[in-house]
């Protein structure tokens, strides 16, 4: 009698898992939010994609606590159609971008578009949000402190977040094959699509999830006063440390450029002594239970990395995002008034964050983010 081997999605995190079961169960309060939202980003018309690209600048005072942040986001609507068109978050003001080809509207916490596409409209908005609500999510932790002869200087990369695992007997043929594919797909900046495994027997889901972390390159320069300038370049992540501490000697005020971006998992998938995963398990005996570890481990480091390719939400699930952050020294600003609220009673305190990489799932590809209202 043929046997049925259990398949596993080694795609979705436990927290996607959970909130997706929530998100299609009627009456809870994920559903409602989603419904909400879905509702509130408009309409798209069929055959029109947008891709995004956002520079996050974020301003941080002595300490290295932020205290600004402004974002510049690029949408480019492909195809011809009608859009009407949402972007949540914690607005403070928003103005139209370079280039853009629209003005963009605005009412609480809310970024607005609706037109008409030609065959490609560029949509470019200048952001600035409340710093309060929206800095817990930044991807990078800057922190200053003098010391000694000048000031230090650590930069943490703040993604990490558990996962659920899962554990059994596989074979690792299919192990192999599945961290090539994830390794060229990481090497060519493709976000992976879903994947499955065969398990042989029971599958296990250990109770202690797997910390992971979304692998960070952030590369810079550090100085006080006038003294000399310490240069950096450095992956947060991917097997490596997930921070870095520098010291630069000086008199006078700490001043720091640093830019970061999601960076590919590179280290954690090169093969041991071969040209490919599939090569190394044929010349060495390779545990199945840590190359399962690998690939559960170095596909979540994926899935979310790509969560950070927006920090707005992009309106189109399936587009193709990109996103850098801009940290840099700002004197202290005074206190500003924030239009997204004034006369509202109301602002965006919660941020729900809905990431899924499963090909058939509506919210595909990493970057649906929801500003919830509370």
């Not at 558990?162 to 074979?171: D, F, H, K």
């Not at 239009?339 to 109301?346: F, K, N, P």
Request: net charge positive; aromatic share 6%; proline share 7%.
């Amino acid at each position: 009698m043929p046997t049925t081997r259990p398949r596993v999605n080694l795609t979705l995190t436990e927290m996607e898992q959970r909130l997706l079961e929530a998100i299609v169960t009627e009456g809870t309060t994920h559903h409602d939010i989603y419904v909400d939202y879905l509702r509130r980003t408009g309409y798209l018309a069929p055959g029109l994609h947008i891709s995004s690209t956002e520079r996050v600048r974020v301003g941080v005072d002595e300490s290295g606590r932020p205290t600004v942040l402004h974002v510049g986001q690029r949408l480019v609507v492909s195809g011809k159609g009608d859009y009407e068109l949402a972007v949540g978050a914690p607005v403070e003001d928003v103005r139209r971008g370079p280039g853009s080809q629209s003005e963009p509207g605005f009412r609480v916490d809310q970024i607005l578009w609706a037109g008409f596409s030609p065959g490609r409209k560029v949509l470019s908005a200048n952001v600035t949000l409340r710093v309060a609500p929206a800095a817990p999510y930044l991807p990078l932790r800057l922190r200053l402190r003098h010391e000694g002869d000048g000031f230090s200087l650590t930069v943490a990369n703040a993604t990490t977040t558990p996962v659920m695992s899962y554990a059994g007997v596989v074979r690792q043929a299919e192990m192999a094959r599945l961290l090539d594919a994830t390794r060229r797909s990481s090497l060519a900046g493709v976000r992976v699509t879903a994947a499955f495994a065969t398990f042989l027997g029971t599958v296990r889901v250990p109770k202690q999830p797997v910390p992971i972390e979304a692998p960070f390159r952030v590369e810079g320069e550090f100085r006080v006063g006038s003294g000399a300038a310490v240069s950096f370049s450095r992956v947060l992540g991917d097997g490596q440390p997930l921070s870095l501490t520098l010291h630069a000697a000086g008199t006078g005020r700490p001043t720091v450029h640093l830019r970061g971006w999601p960076a590919p998992v590179v280290n954690l998938l090169k093969p041991p002594g071969g040209a490919s995963w599939a090569a190394a398990v044929r010349r060495h005996a390779l545990s199945r239970r840590d190359l399962l570890r690998r690939l559960l481990g170095t596909r979540m480091r994926l899935v979310r990395a790509d969560q950070y390719q927006t920090f707005l939400a992009d309106p189109d699930a399936d587009g193709r995002s990109r996103a850098v952050y801009e940290y840099e020294t700002v004197s202290a600003r005074p206190p500003r008034r924030s239009l997204a609220t004034a006369g509202s009673g109301g602002g965006t305190n919660v941020l729900l964050v809905v990431l899924a990489v499963a090909g058939a799932l509506a919210a595909a590809g990493g970057g649906l983010v929801l500003w919830a209202r509370s």
